[in-house]
Antibody
């Protein structure tokens, strides 16, 4: 059974940082593109960042470029999202996914003063 | 960015009746190898999204055969042949032909 378990969500003030983690199991992690998608009430689903199986290619939506960084550890079957200089509009439920095939339960990030 | 426009945004259907959701893309979603890079996802209330259809018309493992994806180029449709109570939720189309990958606004299906 595929499992994707996100952690690291929290409340943080604008300008702060968070690091999200996603622990994967039940599939060949090192063969999959891994993705972070966020869901904001009223704004639907937004693809945030994407990393290739070996970690050499990364893509970011314009809204997070220069502030967020996606990485992975294939030995640990984990993917990470380092989020810096957080803004109020980064608030949302962040999902980890293996390219939209399987999804975690989501982790809440709240950016507010 | 590729814009996906879904219609209708809300759909109320009688149990056992068919339902149809349209997704129109601002760009062709056909990749260089000829695949149409469009997915359909279902999000039931309080749950994470779930993949229903990939590469235009391929049902994911365990997805009921009452769900059918079709279309070509820039116009796509998700059809549910006979709506059941468990189909309540929001349905999204999603493209992965162009970066950034983008989602439609979602269509809320109610019974």
């Amino acid at each position: 059974e595929v499992q994707l378990l996100e952690s690291g969500g929290d409340w943080v003030q604008p300008g702060g940082s968070l690091r999200l983690s996603c622990a994967a199991s039940g599939f060949t992690f090192s063969s999959y593109w891994m993705t972070w998608v966020r869901q904001v009430p009223g704004r639907g689903l937004e693809w945030v960042a994407h990393i290739s199986p070996e970690g050499s290619q990364t893509y970011y939506v314009d809204a997070v470029k220069g502030r967020f960084s996606i990485s992975r550890d294939n030995a640990e079957n984990s993917v990470y999202l380092q989020m810096n200089n957080l803004r109020a509009d980064d608030t949302g439920l962040y999902y980890c996914s293996n390219g939209a095939r399987d999804w975690g339960q989501g982790i809440l990030v709240t950016v507010s003063s | 960015d590729v814009v996906l426009t879904q219609s209708p945004l809300s759909l109320r259907v009688t149990l056992g009746q068919p339902a149809s959701i349209s997704c129109r893309s601002s760009h062709s979603l056909v990749s260089s190898d000829g695949d149409t890079c469009l997915m359909w996802l279902q999000q039931r209330p309080g749950q994470s999204p779930r993949l229903l259809i990939h590469l235009l018309s391929n049902r994911d493992s365990g997805v009921a055969d009452r769900f059918t994806g079709s279309g070509s180029g820039t116009d796509f449709t998700l059809k549910i042949s006979r709506v059941e109570a468990e189909d309540v939720g929001v349905y999204y189309c999603m493209q992965h032909a162009h970066w950034p990958h983008t989602f439609g606004q979602g269509t809320k299906l109610e019974i």
